[in-house]
T-cell receptor, first 112, second 113 residues
Framework: DADVTQTPRNRITKTGKRIMLECSQT?????MYWYRQDPGLGLQLIYY???????NKGEISDGYSVSRQAQAKFSLSLESAIPNQTALYFC???????????FGPGTRLLVL | GESVGLHLPTLSVQEGDNSIINCAYS??????FIWYKQESGKGPQFIID?????DKRQGQRVTVLLNKTVKHLSLQIAATQPGDSAVYFC????????????FGRGTSLIVHP
């Protein structure tokens, strides 16, 4: 869905490097989320933001940080990447009064 | 503890058959349920939802059934097509919760032509 875009789509990095994954949306939604997906598993929530001044930790926030630069932009940073952070990362958005989430295409991250 | 789980991790069907994907939940306070479809290389996509005041909801070729007595949710896909091959996730939201859904592990649906 082009309404939610993620960059980069694929990234290979080395242990210890700091990297940023970016998410932009044109849906006009207030709420944005970052999830991690490991093979054969469901989605685990990393961080979420209900508006520009709101940041909340999810179930697996250790080793990650986020920035909500604007209503439309929500970035995820790995301060010092480690191999077990190799995963598929999804950004999602939702409207203020709806629980339905709209997902981006994902970023495939490999940490060597 | 609270959990959302799936009975069958993989379901294989023939094209044209009906498919049924099941999901069990344990949080009796959940009042909203969503099914998502994730195709290979893509993000999850909303299929259909249902609130706890309903037992059944129909969409185009899909039907969601909710049995609150046994905390069970199912997604029925009629006349399954190869394009239906994907991983299907159920998600639940707790009544009065913060609009953060809890996702199940997913079921892989494989449709054979």
């Amino acid at each position: 869905d082009a309404d939610v875009t993620q960059t980069p789509r694929n990234r290979i990095t080395k242990t210890g490097k700091r990297i940023m994954l970016e998410c932009s949306q044109t849906k006009g939604h207030d709420r944005m989320y970052w999830y991690r997906q490991d093979p054969g598993l469901g989605l685990q929530l990393i961080y979420y933001s209900f508006d520009v001044k709101d940041i909340n930790k999810g179930e697996i926030s250790d080793g990650y940080s986020v920035s909500r630069q604007a209503q439309a932009k929500f970035s995820l940073s790995l301060e010092s990447a480690i191999p077990n952070q190799t995963a598929l990362y999804f950004c999602a958005t939702s409207d203020l009064l709806s629980e339905t989430q709209y997902f981006g295409p994902g970023t495939r991250l490999l940490v060597l | 503890g609270e959990s959302v789980g799936l009975h069958l991790p993989t379901l294989s069907v023939q094209e044209g058959d009906n498919s049924i994907i099941n999901c069990a939940y344990s949080n009796s306070a959940s009042d909203y349920f969503i099914w998502y479809k994730q195709e290979s290389g893509k993000g999850p996509q909303f299929i259909i939802d249902i609130r706890s005041n309903m037992d059944k909801r129909q969409g185009q070729r899909v039907t969601v059934l909710l049995n609150k007595t046994v905390k069970h949710l199912s997604l029925q896909i009629a006349a399954t097509q190869p394009g239906d091959s994907a991983v299907y996730f159920c998600a639940e939201n707790r009544e009065g919760g913060s609009y953060i859904p809890t996702f199940g592990r997913g079921t892989s649906l494989i449709v054979h032509p």
